[in-house]
């Protein structure tokens, strides 16, 4: 058979090979795919592909060996073997009938055939290798492997700050941020790092036995943990700070608590505070100064004849409040103190007593102590919905009053003091006016059919405005009767008085101004309330 070679270049086929001469004329007129093409066309089952891409690339002009003798494919063996390919795995099978045709394949052509035959990736070499040494006939043996695909993985994070399971604070139902339960916290800068991701990978895909690609699943995004007050990167990759305070993770996110941290006293070196966001005093609140916030603030220590208001959120005193009737603490959400003396305390939330309070004035809409033997003992405390407490007075007899108040009728009555001081203040004003009036009549009466446009004209812009302020007037009188009314009407009573151990004599309940009661003697686990004008008595 002639070598296929031959039409396109010089061809010498040899005992110890094939050796073919390339000229530079012959390499600028000919490709190597050419050639290939021709070998398959001849189906040549072993040349090189490399050693040919040499000798036409050098074109030496002599000739140069590019291999063993040819092998041609006998077309004869694609009847005796038998191939069955899934994605992964190739199986082979020869027939021992190939043996009555004198049939036995070599390396190479066994190579060539399983190609024909659609295997054209992750053929076993041990397994040709081994049947070619000693064919295994009428068997099935894995011939070839596919490459399973090699999933990406998901993107992961890293968090850059410390964040220790001490400094998670509670969460009430209203959002805010109990820092009585933090120990230790991290505190961080606007714009500050504070987790970065990285990116899924794309995984590696595989390939199956017949070379056909296997898509491999990309790795999952994932989302960086934003919480309040914190923002994302523009490259989408970093959780950043937006705002100065503490860090804390709260239901699988990052959170900046906007907080101003004073490590000692509020005293002269540090002034008085005015801060937007939740403040943390680790020291105590001096005498003389002020801390005003929009949210929470945390004392770790004493407030001492100081002013303390948290508008939106809670006050939390660890230790405790000492005055002399000096001290104010307002927090709209609520106020807990480890004790009180001599305090002004009010919250449109609940006030919580851990030991005892003595000789406070109290206005909140609940009042709580936390342990079994706190007590309040004197003062006044004005609740709207309830007082749960463990104790009541002193075995001193210290005078102790307790009030329970409808808020809607307080605020209406409040109002009608308003409405009666502002009426009073508009008739105190027109009184300059019924003068001017008086007199300028007298004048026109006295001028008769004589009196000129001006007189005439001053005295109408008198009637208007005297007229205009009693309107006001009328009106403030009827808002006043409106109020009136509703306090005469039924609006609730269904607060109570709860005191878990003692209640001591010298204590006074008033339950919404329609039923006192003057403890007399002791009496123990006592419920409070007012029904049909009078104290019922439950326990």
Do not use: W
């Not at 960086?224 to 959780?239: A, F, H, M, R, Y």
């Not at 449109?348 to 030991?355: L, Q, S």
């Not at 307080?410 to 203040?425: F, P, S």
């Amino acid at each position: 058979m002639q070598n296929p070679l031959a039409k396109f270049v010089g061809v010498e086929d040899r005992e110890d090979g094939v050796y073919i001469k390339v000229t530079r004329k012959q390499r600028d007129t000919i490709t190597v795919h050419e050639l290939i093409r021709a070998l398959q066309a001849a189906l040549v089952t072993n040349f090189d592909l490399r050693k040919i891409e040499e000798v036409v690339k050098r074109a030496r002009g002599g000739f140069e060996r590019i291999g063993p003798p040819f092998e041609y494919y006998n077309t004869a063996l694609d009847e005796y073997v038998q191939v069955r390919t899934e994605p992964q795995a190739a199986s082979m099978q020869f027939s021992s009938l190939a043996l009555t045709q004198g049939i036995r394949p070599t390396k190479s052509s066994l190579l060539f055939c399983l190609h024909r035959k659609g295997v054209k990736y992750g053929i076993v070499r041990e397994a040709v290798d081994a049947f070619v040494a000693e064919p295994t006939y009428d068997t099935e043996i894995e011939i070839a492997k596919g490459m399973p695909p090699q999933d990406g993985h998901d993107g992961a994070t890293e968090i850059l700050v410390r964040i220790s399971p001490d400094a998670r604070p509670s969460i009430g139902a209203n959002g805010k941020v109990d820092f009585r339960s933090i120990r230790s916290f991290t505190a961080v800068t606007k714009g500050q790092p504070l987790v970065r991701k990285s990116p899924p990978e794309e995984g590696e895909p595989g390939i199956t036995v017949t070379g056909e690609e296997i898509p491999a699943k990309a790795g999952k995004e994932v989302e960086l943990p934003q919480g309040k007050n914190t923002e994302i990167s523009e490259d989408g990759l970093v959780l950043l700070a937006s705002t100065t305070g503490v860090v804390y993770e709260e239901n699988d996110r990052l959170h900046i608590g906007e907080l101003l941290q004073i490590e000692g006293d509020v005293d002269y070196k540090v002034g008085n505070i005015k801060y937007s966001g939740d403040v943390f005093i680790k020291g105590s609140v001096k005498p003389g100064f002020t801390v005003e916030s929009e949210g929470d603030i945390y004392i770790g220590g004493e407030i001492e004849s100081a002013r303390v208001v948290s508008r939106n959120g809670t006050v939390d005193v660890g230790r405790g409040v000492i005055g002399k009737n000096d001290t104010h603490i307002s927090g709209k959400v609520g106020v807990r103190v480890g004790f009180a003396q001599e305090a002004v305390i009010i919250s449109e939330g609940t006030v919580t007593i851990d030991k005892h309070c003595l000789h406070c004035t109290i206005t909140c809409h609940a009042l709580e102590t936390s342990q079994s033997d706190s007590s309040i003992v004197g003062g006044e405390v004005r609740a709207y919905g309830y007082l749960a407490v463990a104790n009541l007075g002193n075995e001193g007899a210290v005078h102790t009053k307790v009030v329970l108040v409808n808020k809607q009728k307080l605020q209406a009555q409040e109002k009608i003091n308003e409405l009666r001081e502002l009426k009073a203040k508009m008739q105190k004003g027109m009184q300059p006016l019924a003068k001017d009036l008086r007199s300028k009549s007298a004048i026109i009466k006295k001028a008769g059919a004589a009196v000129g446009d001006r007189h005439r004209l001053e005295l109408k812009k008198l009637v208007e405005e005297y007229n205009v302020q009693g309107k006001k007037v009328e009106y403030v009188e009827n808002k006043i009767t409106e109020l009136e009314q509703m306090l005469d009407s039924d609006m609730g009573t269904d607060g109570y008085v709860k005191v878990i151990r003692d209640i001591h004599p010298g204590t006074e309940i008033d339950l919404y101004g329609v039923a006192q009661r003057g403890i007399k003697a002791k009496m123990t686990a006592k419920v409070f309330r007012a029904e049909a004008g009078s104290i019922q008595t439950e326990g």
